[in-house]
């Protein structure tokens, strides 16, 4: 999901600009002046900086999400092998002698509890997270993605935040 929306803006099609909207900025190179034009939809340098954050909280936040999930995974396979002891020693138990069934109903209940851990807490803040995280990429497509910028802006956020370009291909900008 947050792939497509960052290929759509870090992709976005160079646009010349040639109305005048609410924001301008002049800068001279060489013997010409340049007036940068920030129409809606084209990001201005500062709209570059706090989608280039974003973009990274939504990397750290899906690297979270994929942990938490391995977790769940091995949490799981926990759960599975307890069951399948447990098979193993109902089949072998002694009925006759208390201290091996109170052993086999104290292993039964560490295993209703794990289930009841997994599927009353995991999987719930699994869901809360993997919300979060789709919010975050909506927000995201919404203020950042199939936007338009100047190059000249991009490399100067690239260089203040001291970040390495994400893009797949060194152009997309104005």
Not at 117 to 122: A, G, I
């Amino acid at each position: 999901m947050r792939t497509l929306g960052r290929i759509l803006m870090l992709g976005a099609a160079a646009t010349v600009l040639l109305a005048g909207p609410a924001m301008a900025q002049q800068t001279a190179t060489g013997n010409a002046e340049v007036i940068k034009v920030y129409e809606q939809g084209t990001l201005t340098p500062a709209d570059i900086r706090a989608c280039m954050r974003q973009d990274q909280r939504l990397v750290d936040q899906e690297k979270r999400l994929v942990a938490y999930q391995q977790s769940m995974t091995t949490y799981r396979e926990r759960i599975r092998a307890l069951e399948a002891d447990l098979d193993k020693r109902r089949k072998q138990i002694d009925g006759t002698d208390p201290a091996a069934v109170t052993e086999y109903n104290t292993r039964v209940e560490r295993h209703r509890t794990m289930i009841d851990t997994f599927n009353d807490e995991m999987l719930p803040t699994l869901d809360q997270r993997r919300d979060q995280l789709n919010k975050l990429v909506s927000d995201y497509n919404a203020r950042c993605a199939d936007k338009s910028y100047f190059e000249e802006d991009w490399q100067a956020a690239l260089a203040e935040l001291g970040i390495a370009d994400p893009r797949p291909t060194k152009s997309g900008g104005k």
